[in-house]
């Protein structure tokens, strides 16, 4: 009963390293996120997957980029950190079904990834 | 483009009393609307929603919330706070359903403490 895992939960990076944050959601979930959150301005959506195959840019895209490996896994890759970039990374699911009145899928959220850049 | 306002970024209540935390919206098509919690070192989990239908809307853990479009506000309210409703809440609007619902604007969060 794992739903969203990330990986790694912890990460210090100095200012021009890269990573690469994992996630993989056991739902068979067609829709993935990814987001930041950043005290004081709730959480700003980096990039998103509709479906497999597909990703697209959301509010604050800069600096990133996405890989939606499978249906499964959705990863971020920050190619050259920034302090900027210190914040917490979430990773989500969601298949959206119609049922007539709306739609009955809520996103489902991973526990995070607190990242630090210096 | 839509936007969430949530007023108070911190809201202290006493243990039993009624919990009111505020959540205004811009929208410029009809908005699905959501309160999340986040409870310390987890994601966010879905408390309740607004897609269509009834504007009075029931969550879990006691918790409700009222769409009123006319003053386009979203708040969220519990008669009796209890001391594990003390979290972060978060209000969210996607402008439609399909392929953006995951795509949501959030508030910037409110904090709520319960006191004994």
């Known amino acids: 009963n794992a739903g969203v895992t990330q990986t790694p939960k912890f990460q210090v990076l100095k200012t021009g390293q890269s990573m690469t944050l994992q996630c993989a959601q056991d739902m068979n979930h067609n829709s993935m996120y990814w987001y930041r959150q950043d005290p004081g301005m709730g959480l700003r959506l980096i990039y998103y997957s509709a479906s497999e195959g597909t990703t697209d840019k959301g509010e604050v895209p800069n600096g990133y980029n996405v890989s939606r490996l499978n249906k499964r896994e959705f990863s971020l890759r920050l190619e050259s950190a920034a302090p900027s970039q210190t914040s917490v990374y979430f990773c989500?699911?969601?298949?959206?079904?119609?049922?007539?009145?709306?739609?009955?899928?809520?996103?489902?959220f991973g526990n995070g990834t607190r990242l630090t850049v210096t | 483009a839509q936007s969430v306002t949530q007023l108070g970024s911190h809201v202290s209540v006493s243990e039993g009393a009624l919990v009111l935390l505020r959540c205004n919206y811009s929208s410029s098509v009809p908005p699905y609307l959501f309160w999340y919690v986040q409870y310390p070192n987890q994601g966010l989990q879905l408390l309740l929603k607004?897609?269509?239908?009834?504007?009075l809307v029931k969550g879990i853990n006691g918790f409700e919330a009222e769409f009123k479009k006319s003053e386009t506000s979203f708040h969220l309210t519990k008669p009796s706070a209890h001391m594990s409703d003390a979290a972060e809440y978060f209000c969210?609007?996607?402008?439609?359903?399909?392929?953006?619902?995951?795509?949501?604007?959030f508030g910037q969060g409110t904090i709520l403490t319960v006191h004994p």
């Open positions: 607004y897609t269509t239908g009834a504007t």
């Open positions: 989500a699911s969601s298949d959206p079904t119609w049922t007539g009145s709306g739609y009955n899928s809520p996103l489902h």
């Open positions: 969210a609007v996607s402008p439609d359903g399909g392929t953006s619902y995951g795509k949501l604007t």
